[in-house]
């Protein structure tokens, strides 16, 4: 049993296969037995999520995708799984927090190396409408805060733990060039910064770097909810229209997930 692949014992899991931790997605069969439980958690717990704005239509992206929950966990197993043979690129992330998400994604991901973008005193204020309910003020999810409780030397110690992780402690829009803090090819990203102005500086840093297609996951797409369409949503559409790139989405719910092409 691998480091990380803690067997819980709590009695809810007893009665599950590993296919009903995983919703059989193929992909996540190398995940070990804690990341099947803890996707199985996240995914129970999303596929509640009833908001008061949900509607049928999508505002920004086409609706004739699915929009089922996909947490984090199937992000990062299919982000190996996308690039199996380890010649596309490393992985960015761009909103870290209390590090919980990178801590999975690297063990997942190994081979690669995982950037993770962030200044640590929560979200900036916004200048797009936000529902009230999304918790979105500023100075929301910084550390030490009301939401997260982790110390900065804290999230650095657990993020120590795995060698794969590289921490670029700096605001997203005043960030330098790709190559200044080591990356070149990339091959997934992960976004995970809320609101619409940290979601267009990532974006603009991705420009920057060298990929061809990358595979991508936005933390909080909420599409169908037209109270959150001036944010990530909106940033992303901006992005590929401007550039012209291509793009497939492959989910359009809570989440979103998109394989992104540059055309050449």
């Known amino acids: 049993m691998s480091k990380f692949d803690v067997q819980h014992s709590d009695a809810s899991f007893q009665h599950l296969s590993s296919d009903d931790l995983v919703d059989s997605v193929a992909a996540m069969d190398i995940l070990s037995t804690y990341h099947k439980r803890n996707h199985y958690l996240l995914n129970d717990g999303a596929k509640g999520y009833d908001p008061p704005s949900w509607i049928d239509v999508d505002n920004i992206f086409s609706d004739e995708v699915p929009v089922h929950p996909m947490t984090h966990l199937e992000w990062a197993a299919l982000v190996r799984n996308f690039d199996s043979d380890n010649t596309k690129g490393d992985i960015l ?4 927090a209390c590090a919980g998400t990178i801590r999975d994604i690297a063990p997942i991901n190994s081979d690669k190396t995982v ?53 670029v402690v700096q605001d997203i829009h005043e960030l330098n060039e790709p190559s200044d803090y080591g990356i070149t090819k990339i091959s997934a990203v992960h976004i995970d910064v809320d609101i619409y102005e940290p979601t267009v500086s990532s974006l603009n840093f ?6 061809d297609e990358i595979y991508m996951r936005f933390d909080d797409w909420h599409g169908h909810e037209p109270d959150y369409d001036q944010h990530e949503r909106l940033a992303c559409k901006e992005w590929i229209d401007r550039n012209g790139y291509g793009v497939n989405v492959m989910r359009n719910g809570l989440h979103g997930e998109l394989i992104v092409t540059r055309n050449k």
């Open 93 to 96: 992330e761009f909103g870290v």
């Open 206 to 211: 991705v420009d920057k770097c060298e990929w």
């Open 115 to 167: 950037y993770g973008f962030d200044h640590f005193k929560g979200l900036e204020q916004t200048k797009q409408e936000t529902p009230d309910y999304a918790g979105w003020y500023k100075g929301a999810f910084r550390l030490e805060g009301s939401e997260y409780r982790q110390t900065y030397d804290r999230v650095v110690e657990d993020c120590a733990q795995f060698p794969n992780i590289t921490l």
